[in-house]
């Protein structure tokens, strides 16, 4: 059974810095592409950032430039390291993975609360 455990959210001031962890068990099949998405209150959940399997990656205009992914293959580990944070950042930030077993298959955390304020 596929399992994302996130950690490293928190209260952080704006301006200051955080990064967050995310470890995929129980993978079984090649992993597509890994990502983080986030759901604001009251708004949907949108993209952050993600990266494939050949490394491309992909940000969402809001962040570009503040926010950085990566990952460690060999611990099915994806990182979301988020700099300059401001108030608007503020969510609930959800790790996802998609495998590729035929068609593509999704799985989501159980997401990391991320509050910006001063």
């Known amino acids: 059974q596929v399992q994302l455990v996130e950690s490293g959210g928190g209260l952080v001031q704006p301006g200051g810095s955080l990064r967050l962890s995310c470890v995929a068990s129980g993978i079984n099949f090649s992993i597509y592409r890994m990502g983080w998405y986030r759901q604001a209150p009251g708004k949907q959940r949108e993209l952050v950032a993600t990266?494939?399997?050949?490394?491309?990656?992909n940000y969402a205009d809001s962040v570009k430039g503040r926010f950085a992914i990566s990952t460690n293959r060999a611990k099915n580990t994806v990182y979301l390291q988020m700099n300059s944070l401001q108030p608007e950042d503020t969510a609930v930030y959800y790790c996802?993975?998609?495998?590729?077993?035929?068609?593509?298959?999704?799985?989501w955390g159980q997401g990391t609360q991320v509050t910006v304020s001063s």
């Open positions: 990266i494939s399997s050949d490394s491309t990656t």
């Open positions: 996802t993975v998609r495998l590729l077993r035929g068609g593509f298959y999704d799985y």
